[in-house]
């Protein structure tokens, strides 16, 4: 009896050190290794800007080798904030999801009969389509069914730019209210990337298939394009073997529609000189 009665504590002490051994060495393996990145301003990449006759910046942070290298082409710029436009669909979409405002990637949104100025508005909606085709009408309705209060608060909790939803709920992204910088840009979709967003796995899985755009024998490509009618973004990572590559551009549009295409050809030029990107195929 008296071996039983100190026998018994012990086994249970020993099971819980062991159950709290396992808990800690989970939460090391599952929590990535912080590395201050090296900084590389690249004043050289101007002539990708130059040759393109846009202004902007450009930043990168090349996670396959550690410590990481972050590369800059106009540092102030790229910690100066600007409207998130369409980029804004990324923590969007987890917002709508979280509360439970579309159930998944095939809730179909029927067209209100509106004609918009890009076609592929024009026509009934999925969340896939509407981040393809960065349907503006998708995201105002469902703004209004997120609310101006849960809006807000979902900006504090994942701390996205200047945090601010003040304003008309349909428009707070799209008329200067919200804005972010470049730098930011970068800091959130590594949170997305490692799936340590305050929302469930599955939604920031199924985010992130939703902005896949593009992939090869050994990378894959995922982007959102953003405009506000005077600043164009295009923001992501590629994916590669080694680790991710995310990065961030934002450029002055003074032609407009004319400049769009400019985001991404300057961007993937650049991945393509820091080998994140293949070499573009020879005509």
Same mark, same amino acid.
């Given at each position: 009896?008296n071996?039983?009665? +100190?026998?018994?504590p012990?086994? @249970?002490?020993?099971?819980?050190?062991?159950?709290?051994?396992?808990?800690?060495?989970l939460?090391?393996?599952?929590?990535?290794i912080?590395?201050?990145p090296t900084? /590389?301003?690249?004043?050289a990449w101007a002539?990708?800007?130059?040759?393109?006759? %846009?202004? #902007?910046t450009?930043?990168?942070l090349d996670q396959r080798?550690q410590p990481?290298?972050?590369?800059?082409?106009?540092?102030a710029?790229a910690? &100066?904030?600007y409207?998130p436009?369409?980029?804004?669909k990324?923590?969007?979409?987890?917002?709508?999801?979280?509360?439970?405002v579309?159930?998944?990637?095939?809730?179909?949104?029927?067209w209100?009969g509106?004609?918009?100025s890009f076609? #592929?508005?024009n026509q009934?909606? &999925?969340l896939?389509?509407?981040?393809?085709?960065?349907?503006?009408? %998708?995201?105002?309705?469902?703004a209004?069914?997120?609310?101006?209060?849960?809006?807000?608060?979902? !900006?504090?909790? @994942?701390?996205?730019g200047? /945090?601010n939803?003040? #304003?008309?709920?349909d428009?707070f992204?799209?008329n200067? &209210? !919200?804005?972010?910088s470049?730098?930011?840009? %970068?800091?959130?979709?590594?949170?997305l990337?490692?799936?340590q967003?305050?929302? $469930? %796995?599955?939604?920031q899985r199924?985010?992130?298939?939703?902005?896949?755009?593009?992939?090869? /024998?050994? +990378?894959?490509?995922y982007?959102?394009t953003g405009?506000?009618?005077?600043?164009?973004?295009?923001v992501?990572?590629?994916?590669?073997p080694?680790?991710?590559?995310?990065f961030a551009l934002?450029i002055? &549009?003074?032609?407009?529609l004319?400049?769009?295409?400019?985001r991404? $050809?300057?961007?993937?030029? @650049?991945?393509r000189e820091?080998?994140a990107?293949p070499?573009?195929?020879k005509?």
């Amino acid at each position: 009896m008296n071996r039983l009665r +100190w026998t018994q504590p012990l086994r @249970i002490s020993l099971l819980a050190l062991s159950l709290c051994s396992s808990v800690v060495t989970l939460a090391a393996i599952q929590t990535p290794i912080q590395n201050t990145p090296t900084v /590389q301003v690249k004043p050289a990449w101007a002539d990708f800007f130059a040759a393109a006759q %846009v202004d #902007g910046t450009i930043i990168i942070l090349d996670q396959r080798s550690q410590p990481a290298t972050q590369f800059v082409y106009q540092p102030a710029r790229a910690a &100066t904030r600007y409207s998130p436009a369409s980029t804004f669909k990324i923590p969007h979409t987890l917002f709508a999801l979280d509360a439970g405002v579309v159930r998944d990637a095939q809730q179909v949104f029927k067209w209100d009969g509106v004609p918009r100025s890009f076609a #592929g508005h024009n026509q009934d909606q &999925t969340l896939q389509t509407a981040m393809r085709n960065s349907t503006v009408w %998708v995201y105002e309705h469902l703004a209004k069914q997120i609310g101006a209060a849960r809006e807000q608060q979902y !900006l504090q909790r @994942i701390r996205y730019g200047n /945090q601010n939803a003040s #304003g008309a709920v349909d428009q707070f992204w799209l008329n200067d &209210t !919200l804005q972010i910088s470049a730098q930011e840009q %970068v800091l959130f979709l590594q949170q997305l990337h490692r799936e340590q967003l305050p929302f $469930s %796995v599955e939604h920031q899985r199924l985010v992130k298939q939703l902005i896949r755009v593009d992939s090869g /024998q050994d +990378w894959s490509l995922y982007a959102k394009t953003g405009w506000s009618g005077s600043i164009g973004w295009w923001v992501g990572w590629v994916q590669r073997p080694t680790g991710a590559v995310f990065f961030a551009l934002n450029i002055d &549009t003074p032609k407009r529609l004319a400049d769009l295409p400019k985001r991404e $050809s300057i961007t993937r030029a @650049i991945l393509r000189e820091i080998a994140a990107l293949p070499a573009a195929p020879k005509p």
